[in-house]
């Protein structure tokens, strides 16, 4: 409950994720009044759940998937403090030209180039911790990956990973990380600028649904959901959106904003994902250790549309994925330990929707291409020959595509009526709300979103101060 509900903060971010920590941090070392509120709740590294089954559950929005219209592709949205820096694997990679420039022409905005975003990057990597997986430290899982991709000729590389000390040598295993790493390792906003930011005088509230915001020339009034605590109010001079493509799209609709900006909830994007598993006759155990530690760097399998990343899950996640019954499904659960895995990810081409019905419930519209599955085919058929020539026995497919990396529904651009942020991160038409999380990006980039999150975040930032000082 808002003890004091007369009280002007400077500036309100709702969500706790990726980009509202980065952004406060800046804007609470100036000194700037803010609030932060989270649908999610703050886990600390003693409660993060134990195990996948309650990790999903408890991590995820709708318990850990929503389904498109076409039931197709399960999205999977993080609710937590952290939200994408807490449940994924925390890969960050910078952005190519081939990525930025297919930005750039859809948005008309200069800076997506290279050169002018390389000091965000600089100072976005400054406040984490970047390592990759040492030799030492692969488990099999990865040794095939890496083996396969030697054999048939194709380039790989070490996957960048926001880490530290992960005590690997004592056998940690990452495969814990997916439901928060207990060890803090893991380089999440509330082990990071989070942390910082609220030494530094961030108030911080979670397990609040912002439902509806009202702005006007001089503030922002936030009405939000606290659980049963009912309805509650806030106001700011200045409003921040950081929860995410979904997240974002669908409060502004609530607020009816879509009158004045009709591109919200348009250009919606991810990163379909499709798990394969190879069934040696050895055990691989591809649970234990460093299992993420390559993708793929080959330069045709760039201009085709895919990337390839060894990965792995919890065995509730493969239950549901291997997508058979009775003998069958046993079957294969019982040789789990034998399975290794390698992921196809698919660079977005068609452009979905978010869609709010009268009532609140959120409608995703997400179709596959031609295209689209032309480039899953190709992926696939990639990691059968990489299985195929490391001595796995059967191939199996996952039975359905997992949206992750949710892009888009407020994209950045110069044009109002196709966009709805402007390139100096405010919304077209109100200029005391701002937005740099993955919503605004125009399309999919095919590469790991997380670090140009916070590039942009740090960029945004330094826009947000000149504004509120001004």
Not at 98 to 104: I, K, N, T, V, Y
Not at 261 to 281: D, E, R, S, T, V
């Amino acid at each position: 409950m808002n003890k004091n509900p007369s009280h002007l903060y400077d500036v309100i971010f709702v969500g706790a994720g990726i980009s509202g920590p980065f952004i406060a941090h800046e804007l609470c070392k100036a000194g700037i009044d803010c609030l932060m509120l989270e649908a999610g709740k703050h886990y600390t590294r003693k409660t993060y759940p134990r195990n996948d089954l309650d990790g999903t559950s408890q991590l995820y929005w709708a318990g850990g998937m929503e389904l498109g219209q076409d039931c197709q592709i399960a999205f999977l949205r993080p609710k937590v403090v952290g939200g994408g820096s807490i449940v994924n694997q925390a890969l960050v990679d910078r952005f190519d030209d081939d990525a930025f420039d297919s930005w750039r022409d859809q948005s008309g905005v200069d800076f997506f180039n290279e050169s002018d975003m390389a000091p965000w990057y600089e100072k976005a990597e400054s406040e984490i911790s970047i390592q990759t997986i040492s030799e030492a430290f692969r488990n099999e899982n990865a040794n095939i990956f890496k083996q396969g991709f030697d054999k048939l000729g194709f380039t790989h590389a070490p996957l960048r990973r926001a880490q530290k000390d992960c005590k690997h040598e004592e056998g940690n295993c990452c495969i814990e990380c997916l439901n928060g790493c207990r060890i803090g390792s893991k380089q999440s906003t509330p082990e990071t600028v989070l942390k910082e930011a609220l030494t530094l005088g961030l108030t911080l509230i979670p397990e609040v649904e912002v439902v509806k915001i009202s702005p006007s020339a001089d503030q922002v009034v936030v009405e939000s959901m606290n659980g049963l605590k009912g309805k509650n109010q806030y106001r700011a001079k200045h409003l921040v959106l950081a929860a995410g493509a979904i997240g974002n799209s669908r409060l502004l609709l609530m607020s009816g904003m879509n009158k004045q900006l009709p591109a919200i909830g348009k250009n919606f994007f991810c990163h379909p994902q499709y798990m394969a598993f190879g069934i040696y006759n050895k055990e691989i155990k591809a649970h234990l250790g460093a299992f993420q530690a390559f993708k793929s760097d080959d330069a045709g399998f760039r201009k085709d549309g895919f990337k390839l990343e060894n990965v792995y899950a919890g065995p509730a996640a493969i239950a549901i994925l291997l997508g058979n019954y009775g003998q069958a499904h046993h079957r294969y659960m019982e040789k789990l330990s034998h399975f290794a895995c390698i992921e196809v990810c698919t660079r977005d081409t068609t452009p979905g929707s978010i869609r709010v019905k009268r009532n609140g419930k959120t409608i995703i519209d997400k179709t596959r291409n031609k295209e689209d599955l032309a480039r899953y085919d190709k992926g696939k058929k990639i990691i059968n020959e990489i299985f195929r020539s490391t001595g796995a026995k059967e191939v199996v497919y996952g039975s359905f595509g997992i949206g992750l990396h949710l892009m888009g529904g407020c994209a950045i651009g110069v044009n109002p009526k196709t966009s709805v942020v402007d390139p100096e991160f405010r919304l077209h038409g109100y200029k005391n709300i701002f937005a740099a999380d993955s919503s605004i990006f125009p399309n999919a980039p095919g590469i790991n979103p997380s670090l140009t999150i916070m590039a942009l975040s740090k960029k945004a930032a330094a826009d947000i101060l000149r504004s509120i000082q001004s």
